[in-house]
């Protein structure tokens, strides 16, 4: 069964001009359907004092070095920022990619950054309820001319983000596993679900599966929400194995395969990954 990719290259541990190049190469290569970064502050890998280049401003600038391919962050932590700056910032982007930009979120769950900039991240029972709260306001604002939220965590009364998006409705993605939240708040507000490096199409059925009795909860089409796994895509890596990896997800019932890239940003390692997921 044939699928979807896109390709992800994580922000840290390179320069500017070499993501610039793997994206602009991405771009002309019709297999690949989106490209993303992530919306951390440090990096994810050793040495965790390295650079790591800040995911939103990058996307801005790629938006502009692109012209097909689709863009977004997967995914942005809520407590990163108010979720109306998050709207403003989602509606501007797509402006600037021309339609194409895609919002991700999750709910957040780095310490180490979090801690170090005072951004508290909360017990998980807080988080879940930041990140469905925070949903909420975001779609309003896209969505309706004006917006009063009363919640726990957000306050806005009479508030507006102008302009609107180019999209009718910019595609959300929501990330993450957790069965009783934030898979409900996928069933409730998300088009699309990811989840990171499962290890097989079983674990993923399994999580799959809780999806779909939370949208029957919630009375949503489950049909509307694409399905989304990361997986890995390392130097030493067989191209045409990593494509019969995708291929027994895709069979399970996932329909856009993340490739996540580690180590070294080789251009030179694209292009055999491409012709293999093509073939």
């Given at each position: 069964?044939?699928?979807?990719?896109?390709?992800?290259?994580?922000?840290?541990?390179?320069?500017?001009?070499?993501?610039?190049?793997?994206?602009?190469?991405?771009?002309?290569?019709?297999?690949?359907?989106?490209?993303?970064?992530?919306?951390?502050?440090?990096?994810?890998?050793?040495?965790?004092?390295?650079?790591?280049?800040?995911?939103?401003?990058?996307?801005?600038?790629?938006?502009?070095?692109?012209?097909?391919?689709?863009?977004?962050?997967?995914?942005?932590?809520?407590?990163?920022?108010?979720?109306?700056?998050?709207?403003?910032?989602?509606?501007?982007?797509?402006?600037?990619?021309?339609?194409?930009?895609?919002?991700?979120?999750?709910?957040?769950?780095?310490?180490?950054?979090?801690?170090?900039?005072?951004?508290?991240?909360?017990?998980l029972r807080d988080r879940s309820d930041r990140l469905e709260e925070g949903m909420e306001v975001i779609v309003s604002l896209l969505k309706?001319?004006?917006?009063?939220?009363?919640?726990?965590?957000?306050?806005?009364?009479?508030?507006?983000?102008?302009?609107?998006?180019?999209?009718?409705?910019?595609?959300?993605?929501?990330?993450?596993?957790?069965?009783?939240?934030?898979?409900?708040?996928?069933?409730?507000?998300?088009?699309?679900?990811?989840?990171?490096?499962?290890?097989?199409?079983?674990?993923?059925?399994?999580?799959?599966?809780?999806?779909?009795?939370?949208?029957?909860?919630?009375?949503?089409?489950?049909?509307?929400?694409?399905?989304?796994?990361?997986?890995?895509?390392?130097?030493?890596?067989?191209?045409?194995?990593?494509?019969?990896?995708?291929?027994?997800?895709?069979?399970?019932?996932?329909?856009?395969?993340?490739?996540?890239?580690?180590?070294?940003?080789?251009?030179?390692?694209?292009?055999?990954?491409?012709?293999?997921?093509?073939?």
């Amino acid at each position: 069964m044939t699928g979807r990719h896109a390709i992800k290259t994580p922000p840290h541990h390179a320069t500017w001009n070499e993501f610039l190049d793997i994206w602009r190469t991405a771009d002309d290569i019709e297999v690949f359907e989106s490209a993303w970064n992530w919306d951390h502050f440090y990096p994810l890998a050793p040495p965790y004092d390295g650079p790591n280049l800040e995911g939103w401003t990058m996307l801005a600038a790629l938006a502009q070095a692109t012209s097909r391919i689709r863009i977004g962050a997967m995914v942005n932590g809520m407590h990163h920022r108010h979720p109306a700056v998050t709207a403003n910032m989602a509606a501007t982007l797509d402006h600037i990619s021309d339609g194409r930009f895609e919002l991700g979120m999750g709910a957040g769950w780095n310490f180490m950054e979090s801690d170090a900039y005072g951004m508290p991240l909360g017990e998980l029972r807080d988080r879940s309820d930041r990140l469905e709260e925070g949903m909420e306001v975001i779609v309003s604002l896209l969505k309706n001319t004006t917006t009063t939220h009363k919640g726990r965590f957000f306050q806005l009364t009479d508030a507006w983000c102008e302009p609107k998006p180019i999209q009718q409705h910019i595609p959300i993605v929501i990330g993450g596993k957790g069965r009783q939240r934030t898979l409900r708040t996928v069933a409730r507000l998300a088009d699309q679900w990811d989840i990171t490096f499962p290890e097989d199409p079983p674990e993923w059925l399994e999580l799959d599966e809780v999806l779909r009795d939370h949208c029957d909860k919630v009375g949503r089409d489950q049909s509307e929400i694409a399905r989304s796994v990361h997986l890995g895509f390392a130097a030493d890596d067989d191209p045409a194995a990593l494509a019969d990896k995708a291929a027994s997800f895709f069979e399970a019932g996932v329909d856009i395969v993340v490739w996540s890239w580690r180590g070294d940003l080789d251009l030179a390692r694209l292009e055999p990954l491409a012709t293999a997921l093509a073939n």
